[in-house]
C-alpha cells in the first residue's frame, strides 16, 4: 500500500498557476506510477495525468500545454505545475498510485491521497 498526501491547492484568478505536490510513502518509488486526477461537483473522477518513476508522463488533451507533472525521486514526491487555469479547471486534485498506471479510469487505481482543492475564478 502506498501512502499519498496532496498540498498546493488554492484559489487563483483565471489564467494563473499553482503547482500542486504529493509526496508518497510505503512502497519504493519505482515500483509504481502516480496519477493525478480531479473531480468537480457533479461529475465523475477524470484524469489529468500520471508519470512513472523513469519520467514518462501521460497527460490528459484538456491539459496538455498547460499542465507539467514531473517527479522528484529524492523526495518521493510528483509535482502537478498547472498553469493558463481556466474556470473549468475548478476541482479537487486527487493523486493516486497504480502498479502499472496504464489506465486512465480511476477504478484501475489503488492508493489514493485525501484531495486538495483548486477553485479558479473568472
Known amino acids: 500500500q502506498v501512502q499519498l498526501v496532496e498540498s498546493g491547492g488554492g484559489l487563483v484568478q483565471d489564467g494563473g498557476s499553482l503547482r500542486l505536490s504529493c509526496v508518497a510513502s510505503g512502497r519504493t518509488f519505482a515500483s509504481y506510477a502516480v496519477g493525478w486526477f480531479r473531480q468537480a461537483p457533479g461529475k465523475e473522477r477524470e484524469f489529468v495525468g500520471s508519470?512513472?518513476?523513469?519520467?514518462?508522463?501521460r497527460l490528459a488533451d484538456s491539459v496538455k500545454g498547460r499542465f507539467i507533472i514531473s517527479i522528484d525521486n529524492a523526495k518521493n514526491t510528483v509535482y502537478l505545475q498547472m498553469n493558463g487555469l481556466k474556470p473549468e479547471d475548478t476541482a479537487v486534485y486527487y493523486c493516486?498510485?497504480?502498479?502499472?498506471?496504464?489506465?486512465?479510469?480511476?477504478?484501475?487505481?489503488?492508493?489514493w491521497g485525501q484531495g486538495t482543492q483548486v477553485t479558479v475564478s473568472s
Open positions: 508519470i512513472r518513476w523513469n519520467d514518462s508522463t
Open positions: 493516486a498510485a497504480s502498479a502499472t498506471g496504464r489506465s486512465t479510469s480511476s477504478h484501475y487505481w489503488d492508493d
